[in-house]
């Protein structure tokens, strides 16, 4: 399953993003230019590289292929990720398709996720210190939120400030971060640039939320993964946890699930079934509200221009996103 970017006007760009994307992912060793590419070329959103893109051109940023370099280098990051996501909880498909490191074998898959970061790094170092921190504050905070979460892998211990730490640290930083380096580049203001980056961290937040969300009503041929698939490989999400709080018959179904790494089929679609049946899927949609008009707050600072109102159509659109 593949899908089309997200266009906010800014589909020219993207379109070069796409085209620095395949460039940067070329090298001499065939394989790791196939595997690398198996992973970027897969489709998605791009939606790390939309708010650089929207961040900069809503403060008046006129040099497209700087922001491209940096948008692409997200993208990879992005990219670089996901390949590492999937060895450490085993999964076997990505947007529909098989997982690097089960088509490739888990040692070629560490070299290719090592790969991409280091060519996101190549892009970034083409700019200064800046945004070479801001980037790599991002990337350690994205480590620091994948270690949290494996230590809750497999257990019922989570609570909410856990989850929200998680979330945070994985999905919301990576996109401040984009935010923030956009508007560093476009010459905003210190107020412009925090604002942006508050923007940037609660869309992060909304967007997580809505995935945890289809992960339990998703329809699997546009999400390209089985519902339940959080909860089959040992995490607790959003959804799970308002449930379990507001039912004990839920908390020990979903605890003697997932607290176990052979739970079977039919176990996880009990719960899955139990969790959408308590009412939680509808509480957790208002909790992604909730950061979605946080991060429309923050655009009160911007010039209204075509951009500024795209990134507040882009709050609306990760609201109502079915995959």
């Keep these: 399953m593949s899908s089309t970017p997200w266009d906010f006007g800014v589909g020219k760009e993207l379109k070069m993003v796409e085209d620095r994307l395949q ?39 006129e040099d497209t292929g700087k922001i491209v370099d940096i948008a692409a280098g997200f993208e990879l990051i992005h990219s670089a990720t996901l390949v590492h996501d999937d060895i450490n909880d085993g999964g076997k498909t990505r947007r529909g398709r098989v997982t690097v490191y089960r088509k490739y074998g888990l040692h070629n898959a560490v070299v290719v996720g090592d790969f991409l970061f280091v060519k996101a790094f190549a892009l970034g170092g083409m700019y200064d210190r800046e945004i070479v921190r801001t980037t790599a504050d991002a990337c350690a905070k994205l480590a620091e939120g994948e270690i949290v979460q494996s230590r809750f892998r497999h257990t019922h211990d989570l609570d909410m400030d856990g989850y ?6 994985k999905t919301a930083e990576p996109m401040k971060a984009g935010a923030v380096v956009g508007a560093y580049l476009a010459g905003g203001t210190a107020e412009e640039v925090r604002c942006l980056g508050a923007y940037g961290l609660n869309l992060g937040v909304a967007f997580q939320i809505i995935d945890d969300v289809l992960d339990f009503v998703g329809d699997e041929a ?24 507001d039912s004990e018959e839920v908390r020990t179904a979903v605890a003697k699930a ?16 139990l969790v959408v049946d308590s009412g939680a899927i509808d509480k957790a949609r208002a909790m992604a509200e909730y950061y979605a008009m946080e991060a429309l707050q923050h655009l009160g600072c911007l010039p209204n221009t075509p951009y500024s109102e795209a990134l507040r159509d882009l709050v609306s659109r990760v609201l109502e996103r079915d995959s």
Excluded: N
């Excluded at 929200?164 to 640290?169: D, H, N, P, V, Y």
């Excluded at 546009?222 to 709080?245: H, N, Q, R």
């Excluded at 790494?261 to 039919?266: I, L, S, Y």
């Design 222 to 245: 546009l999400t390209g993964k089985p519902v339940g698939t959080d909860l089959k490989e040992g995490y607790l999400t959003l959804p799970s946890l308002i449930a379990m709080k």
């Design 258 to 273: 997932i607290d176990r790494e052979d739970a079977t089929p039919e176990e996880i679609g009990r719960c899955v079934k």
């Design 164 to 169: 929200l730490q998680i979330m945070e640290r």
């Design 23 to 61: 460039e940067m992912t070329e090298s001499g060793e065939g394989l790791l230019t196939e595997a690398s590419r198996h992973v970027v070329s897969a489709g998605g959103k791009r939606l790390r590289p939309t708010i650089a893109i929207l961040a900069y051109k809503s403060l008046g940023g």
